[in-house]
């Protein structure tokens, strides 16, 4: 499951990028393995989302979030 998958007011960890080319630049915005992330707000058309992790909220394109592999949290 991928980051772009996860749905309005749903929480997950961060397991791993499956892109290397988005890899520095995520890392450096605070989305790094291990970490929680939850999403707490979709644009009317659907992208770009914002999400909330490390404490601040960050907005994310769909085409960056689905390099970000996630496993949800019940």
Do not use: W
């Given at each position: 499951?991928?980051?772009?998958?996860?749905?309005?007011?749903?929480?997950?960890?961060?397991?791993?990028?499956?892109?290397?080319?988005?890899?520095?630049?995520?890392?450096?915005?605070?989305?790094?393995?291990?970490?929680?992330?939850?999403?707490e707000?979709?644009?009317?058309?659907?992208?770009?989302i914002?999400?909330?992790?490390?404490?601040?909220?960050?907005?994310?394109?769909?085409?960056?979030?689905?390099?970000?592999?996630?496993?949800?949290?019940?």
């Amino acid at each position: 499951m991928t980051l772009s998958d996860l749905k309005l007011g749903q929480e997950a960890i961060i397991i791993r990028f499956d892109s290397n080319e988005i890899l520095l630049k995520l890392m450096e915005m605070g989305c790094v393995p291990g970490e929680r992330i939850f999403l707490e707000q979709v644009a009317p058309l659907g992208d770009p989302i914002s999400v909330k992790i490390s404490g601040y909220s960050l907005s994310l394109r769909l085409n960056e979030a689905e390099h970000i592999v996630i496993e949800l949290i019940n």
